[in-house]
């Protein structure tokens, strides 16, 4: 009986020794260079999948369309669309789409994505090291609305962009980004 104790504590041990973070000190160099390189250049984000925030309503009118395109309510993808997120020094340049629904009116319009230029605000760059990765935040208006903005940089391979609206459900898409040439004066 003392065998199989001991057996199972080393097990138990083995398991939770592996469960440590493996963010080395190499990833940690190579989170504060893209951090850096994010500070001093534009970039474009560009998007691959649209996450829509799931609701009953939603997944009652979508599922039907999406299922013979291949795609699903919890996952579009949308790569060669051309959907981006340009980010400048004091500005961003949304083309996204919005898959979900509009919980106060936005007015009378055919566009139901988000297109539009708007000032950035209240920007944070922080680096999540248990997490790995760079979170990227600001703040955004149009004519109708806010929007929290959250860029996850994991490398500029994998990027997570979420927006958070007051007016809309949230939105979460999967790309990368594109480093725009810098112009010279």
């Known amino acids: ?5 001991y057996f199972l504590l ?21 989170l504060i260079t893209l951090q850096n390189q994010i500070k001093e250049q534009s970039f474009e984000f560009k998007a691959n999948a649209v996450i829509p ?3 009953q309503a939603l997944n009652s009118v979508a599922n039907d369309l999406l299922i013979r395109t291949g795609n699903s309510t919890a996952r579009i993808h949308v790569q060669g669309d051309n959907y981006t997120l340009k980010i400048g020094e004091k500005q961003a340049v949304f083309a ?28 944070t760059s922080t680096m999540n090291e248990k997490k790995g990765y760079i979170s990227y935040e600001f ?47």
């Open 1 to 5: 009986m003392k065998f199989i104790t």
């Open 10 to 30: 080393l097990v138990l041990l083995l398991v939770f020794s592996s469960c440590k973070s493996s963010f080395t000190e190499e990833d940690r160099t190579k």
């Open 53 to 55: 925030f799931n609701t």
């Open 96 to 123: 996204l789409p919005f898959y979900g629904e509009r919980r106060i009116g936005g007015g009378y319009t055919n566009d139901t994505g988000f297109n539009f230029t708007a000032v950035i605000k209240d920007l």
């Open 139 to 185: 703040r955004a208006n149009n004519k109708t609305e806010t929007l929290d903005i959250e860029l996850q940089f994991y490398s500029p391979n994998t990027v997570k962009l979420s927006i958070n609206s007051s007016h809309r459900t949230s939105m979460k898409y999967d790309g990368y980004i594109k480093w725009l040439e810098i112009e010279e004066e």
